[in-house]
């Protein structure tokens, strides 16, 4: 009976050391899958910014749309940005990791310039600063869309099919979701040969109802 017991501790023991070492060997293989993923995705980044690729199906050189990028700030991470972008979707995570986690979008209508050179000016703007909380900037939603100056993808307003999986808009809905955040903002703009106070909200002197909606906003926002 000792010796059956024995052997039992024994094969217990065996058992336990082959459950850990299949473990172990688990872990490292999910370390380096990830790892993996991980390097695919990261394209840049410093102690004060990170840039990741989103979205590899949207990418587009932004440089293309002379309109858009000859406002742009003229820096190292403007470049690094827009090379990015050739690749797809970009976003750029600024601040020290922690909460609260905020999220800017701009380019959801690649046609619509402002909120993409606000969003760039941002970027550089923040680049360095030390910020208690996390910013996810997307300055251009669908770089194609935004480097041919064209407000459609794939025949679709993008704002009307982000509850549809795969879509680029949804991508970005997702990825909010899985970082939790909690303040989202979409940012959009005037196109160019838009008419201020017929199919556009924005100010503009000679016309009486731009005022009145610029006004009606303002007290109301």
Do not use: W
Request: hydrophobic residues 40%.
């Amino acid at each position: 009976m000792k010796k059956r017991s024995s052997l039992n501790r024994n094969n217990g023991m065996n058992v336990r050391k082959i459950f850990l070492g299949g473990l172990f060997v688990l872990l490292i293989c999910c370390v380096a899958i990830l790892g993996t993923l991980y390097s695919k995705s990261v394209v840049n980044g410093t102690d004060s910014y990170r840039i990741v690729v989103i979205n590899n199906n949207t990418g587009g050189d932004v440089t293309n749309n002379a309109a858009l990028f000859q406002l742009f700030p003229r820096t190292e991470l403007t470049n690094e940005i827009v090379s990015a972008a050739r690749n797809g979707t970009v976003m750029v995570t600024l601040g020290d990791g922690s909460e609260p986690q905020v999220m800017l979008v701009s380019g959801t209508h690649g046609a619509e310039i402002p909120s993409q050179v606000a969003a760039m000016f941002l970027i550089n703007f923040l680049n360095g600063k030390n910020i208690n909380g996390t910013i996810y900037i997307v300055p251009f939603a669908i770089p194609y869309n935004s480097a041919n100056n064209i407000r459609f993808n794939n025949g679709s307003d993008p704002n009307r099919v982000a509850q549809i999986p795969g879509t680029p808009t949804n991508i970005i809905a997702d990825v909010a979701k899985s970082n939790n955040i909690a303040f989202f903002g979409d940012f959009h703009s005037a196109q160019p040969n838009d008419i201020p106070g017929k199919n556009c909200i924005i100010y503009y002197p000679s016309n009486p109802k731009s005022l009145k909606l610029a006004n009606y906003l303002k007290e109301k926002t």
